[in-house]
């Protein structure tokens, strides 16, 4: 059973927050569709949540009439801030290039600032020799602390002899 089939499912038993989590789910592990983000815009509209129904509809061309009022509020709701808006969508968008999405979605994150982040394997950031110190320093700030707590108790104890 895919994951189009049990949403079908959860959505005729009336469970939309599963379905809603399971398309959301499936959404941010594979490629970005449009498709799945309007469905999932769609159903939040259905559970009565017109802000995170704009998340939704931030990502796809709709023409839902309600799409435009749910992006205003969502824009609203982050104080049409183009960092705060950007930090509210969905993790897996920066690995989509902006060519990749549909034209409205593509200028909606043209106007935020939004930067395309490949999502590499291969470049590996190199240690360096200082980075490698920090946590010989964590070691040795512990062990100077403890130190200094057991020459405290000694000294203490010695006094109420």
Known sequence: MNVQDRVREDEASGDLASAKNRLASHAVTTRFDPRVCEQIARICVRMQDPTEAGRWYFLCDSSDDESGACIKRFSAAHGDRPAQIHSQLPRGVVHKPLEDWAPA?????????????????????????????????????????????????????????
Do not use: Q
């Open 105 to 161: 979605a593509g200028e909606r994150l043209r106007r935020i600032g939004f930067k395309h982040v490949p999502a590499r394997r291969d470049h590996i950031t190199r240690s360096t020799f200082l980075d490698n110190l920090y946590p010989l320093g964590c070691i040795v700030m512990v062990l100077a602390v403890l130190g200094l707590a057991y020459i405290g108790l000694r000294t203490v104890a010695g006094w109420l002899r």
